[in-house]
């Protein structure tokens, strides 16, 4: 470090750059290593894996793990599961935000910031506080074993973060916007979804990846509120494999990979998005 | 007219909206707008929190239908037990140790990476992957690295001739913690990572260039120019990184449910325990307000502190 300071300008740019690809190299490795890891373990056979170790770089590659995997488990049931459960949550969890977000941005009722700080404060709440009461709740309602309570929890729980940044989002709108509309005879309802909603387009996206990658990956709500097979969701169903099929790892890699390839293809699609939300959301908070 | 510029105050909103249409129909509107998703987090959210509250401070049982008031008892019990004081100084080293490893290591390599050539901006795309993954996922493949008998580990350790060390890094008392807390880091320290790239970009180049003119090393650049200005994003990953260090629950169960003997069970799973093998709903609430209390003064202390230094001199 200190020999740049008397060096030729152009020998720190050399070396700073060959440091950097040094940190790059490591840091491929130490990432790339366990999730091709795990895509090539889900291409070779369980005997094979047996015989040579997980980790053996060779092996003849074949699918069969994945058609195992689709025929013995409950693989199908498990994804429509997850997606029975993610679309209508992030749906929700986003349309509400968006909805509160707006109203308190540009209506201004009083009694706003109070409702702004209870349902943001949400983000605090950890589920085990949650899960106490709502496992009675659920149970008395004959929830329990259904997909009803991810979807309800998810929704409601996702408010919180959708609400602070579309609150963000639609303070950064200049009020103008609004009234002109509203001169050319336009109702608040028009506004909202005619003029706001098409603006807020890059704030919904990075919510919706936010959202689908959070609600996807969970498997604590799933965990504590059902225990049949045909209610599991993808992540549930992926630790059950694990259970069932003990030994078989290219059977639970191949279910793995199914599992992620869903939010791993969004999150490469929506990255900015992705970043844009954490940020977002917390740039005010 | 200056309802554009100037934040309006609740008055004059409902004057300006009493010019345009009649306050009312604006109020008709809130409620439209803020009336159904509001009732769904007062129902699942914040009605639940008050009732966990009050649960708290009864003996209820899962199997009972009546409880009785206990006051302060199952707080008192809860920190006097030493399983729940071991908990939470898992769950509070876990904390230390996250806003430590994963920000420190995560800023290292935004660093390093941030100016350097267009494969190593598609690489970087690549890295980002573990961040889209669950923590099933990654639990999974780390159970296959510490694994006694081919795991990745200790192949590796047995390469470079250190058998001696080789062992079952799961089953290990003295390791297991460690073992999953790597597992976590190894994820988290992307999602430092990420959001101090996009940090970086907001750093002005003109700031940096009249500080290297001035002659300062790139090291104090770094330290006394990059990291005040990073300061906001350091907060968002320091308060991302802490929420999630105190929830955790999915890894540590997907790779050791608590186990060896307890030895890695975070507040979260012993408040899993307590409900769903004791079936102790109070005191579970308990235990899981004292897991509130720990979050909003760590996430209360480190706004405080992000908001303290958002002005650029120490």
């Keep these: 470090m200190s020999m740049t300071e008397s060096a030729p300008r152009t020998e720190p740019g050399v070396l700073r750059r060959r440091a950097g690809l040094i940190v790059l190299v490591i840091f491929v490795g130490v990432y790339l290593v366990p999730v091709l890891g795990v895509v090539l373990t889900s291409l070779k056979t369980n005997a094979e894996i047996a015989e040579r170790g997980i980790w053996a770089p060779t092996g003849n590659l074949t699918l069969d793990n994945y058609f195992e995997v689709w025929r013995k488990a409950n693989t199908s049931r498990y994804l429509i599961n997850s997606i029975q459960v993610t679309l209508p949550a992030v749906v929700i969890s986003i349309a509400g935000g968006t909805a509160i977000g707006y109203a308190l941005a540009k209506l201004r009722p009083c009694g706003g910031a109070v409702i702004q700080l209870v349902v943001v404060a949400g983000l605090f709440v950890p589920p085990q506080v949650l899960l106490v009461p709502l496992f009675t709740i659920f149970s008395d309602a004959g929830l329990l074993n259904t997909l009803w309570p991810m979807i309800l929890v998810h929704s409601a729980v996702g408010l919180s973060i959708t609400t602070l940044v579309m609150r963000n989002f639609f303070d950064q709108i200049p009020d103008t916007l609004r009234s002109a509309a509203i001169i050319d005879g336009a109702n608040e309802g028009q506004v909202f979804l005619r003029v706001m909603l098409p603006l807020a387009r890059p704030a919904l996206a990075a919510l919706a990846t936010l959202q689908f990658t959070f609600i996807w990956n969970d498997f ?22 694990q259970g069932q099929f003990t030994v078989a790892f290219g059977t639970q890699a191949a279910l793995a990979v199914i599992a992620s390839v869903p939010t791993v293809l969004i999150f490469i699609v929506f990255q900015q998005h992705f970043v844009r939300g954490l940020l977002a959301g917390a740039v005010k908070g | 007219m200056s309802w554009s510029t100037e934040p309006v105050t609740t008055s004059s909103s409902e004057k300006t909206g009493g010019g345009l249409t009649n306050v009312n129909s604006t109020n008709r509107w809130v409620v439209i707008f803020i009336g159904p998703p509001l009732l769904l987090f007062l129902a699942i959210v914040a009605v639940p929190t008050v009732m966990a509250l009050r649960l708290s401070f009864t003996d209820a049982h899962l199997l009972s239908d009546s409880s009785n008031w206990v006051g302060l008892e199952n707080f008192r019990d809860a920190l006097g037990n030493e399983h729940v004081r071991k908990s939470i100084r898992i769950t509070l080293v876990w904390t230390v140790f996250g806003a430590i490893v994963p920000p420190v290591v995560g800023l290292g390599i935004a660093t390093t990476l941030q100016n350097t050539s267009r494969f190593a901006t598609f690489m970087k795309s690549a890295l980002f992957v573990p961040i889209a993954l669950s923590l099933v996922v990654v639990g999974q493949v780390w159970i296959w690295i510490y694994q006694p008998g081919d795991g990745l580990l200790n192949e590796v350790l ?14 290990d008392r003295s390791t297991a913690l460690w073992a999953v807390f790597i597992a976590w880091a190894w994820q988290q320290t992307v999602l430092a990572m990420i959001l101090f790239l996009a940090g970086l970009t907001t750093v002005p180049d003109e700031l940096v260039e009249a500080a290297r003119v001035d002659g300062a090393t790139r090291f104090q650049v770094f330290a006394r120019v990059v990291v005040p200005l990073l300061r906001p994003v350091t907060t968002v990953v320091l308060s991302l990184i802490a929420i999630n260090s105190l929830r955790n629950f999915d890894l540590v169960f997907a790779m050791t449910s608590g186990g060896p003997v307890r030895e890695t069970e975070t507040v979260p799973l012993l408040v899993h325990r307590v409900l769903f093998r004791e079936l102790e709903q109070g005191r579970a609430s308990a235990i899981s307000m004292i897991l509130f209390a720990m979050t909003l003064v760590v996430v209360g202390g480190l706004t405080w502190w992000g908001r303290r230094g958002s002005y650029v001199n120490d």
């Excluded at chain 1, 604590?220 to 494999?241: C, E, I, K, N, S």
């Excluded at chain 2, 047995?158 to 089953?171: D, K, Q, S």
């Design chain 1, 220 to 241: 604590l709500y799933p965990l504590v509120f059902t225990t049949g097979d045909d209610v599991r969701t993808v992540m549930l169903g992926l630790l059950a494999v």
């Design chain 2, 158 to 171: 047995g390469v470079v001739g250190l058998e001696t060390l080789e062992r079952a890094w799961l089953a």
